[in-house]
């Protein structure tokens, strides 16, 4: 079973985190006729490729799942995670498959070969399932200025965990993400959308599981689908990540 892992949350760790913002930026042009959200799952777990996509497709919307090929098919504490034939039903509906790494790996931590071998691996697997992975979520959150600057030069655009809106101008390298994770997850990401359409910005919200009883980085199907209603409903346009990146 894939067990959880805690990235660095020392000082230094934060620290580092926050400088990378700092560097290797890479502005993004963005057009937006209306304020945006995109909904976006990391890790793929089963029920993010079902009741996730389902709760998207209902509302004749599509989100950008982040995908390691590495975890195909196996139990992890989220969960069994999506297999092969799920990520390609994805694609087949519309939705957009992104990469995460073949095996969730610490962008941070990992020597550069390493890495780009980790990428190239889950680049071609997901390649073979029908998808283009031109986007990227680093795993944990986890970056550093060396592997901003590598990841930069593959992807369109990067995305991180730090709370934040995107404007014109904003770091495709270091894109902000809000969570719908834990108990006060559907309330805080309900912010976010309302702060959104007073700035009139880009919102990317993340989760992981999608279920009845999700884990601690997970929400339920109801929480997700009251949380595109409201984005609907406050006038809001539901895009992928690459979608309103290419716009």
Known sequence: MI???????SLMGKLRRRFARLTHQRPAQLDLTQPTVSF???????????????????????????????LFGQEGHMGRFADAAEISGLVDQGH??????????????????????????????????????????????????????QLGARYASLRGVHKGLVHDGG?????????????????????????????????????HDVRETPSPWGCTPDALERLIVHARAVGCDIRTVGEVLSA
């Open 171 to 207: 770091d495709r390298n270091q894109l902000p993400g809000v969570g719908i994770e834990g108990a006060d997850g559907e309330l805080v990401a309900r912010s976010w959308i309302d702060r959104t359409v007073a700035e009139k910005a880009w919102l990317i919200l993340y989760t």
């Open 96 to 149: 957009e498959v992104a990469g995460h790494t073949l095996n969730h790996v610490d962008c941070h931590l990992t020597a550069p070969a390493d890495l780009d071998a980790d990428l190239d691996a889950n680049d071609t697997a997901l390649r073979h399932l029908g998808a283009l992975p031109a986007h990227f979520a680093y795993p944990y959150g986890e970056v550093s200025p060396r592997a901003k600057k």
């Open 40 to 70: 976006t799952f990391d890790d793929i777990p089963a029920s993010a490729a079902h009741a996730g996509a389902a709760a998207l497709e209902k509302h004749d919307a599509r989100g950008t799942f982040y995908v390691c090929a590495g």
């Open 3 to 9: 067990q959880p892992y805690t990235p660095d949350v």
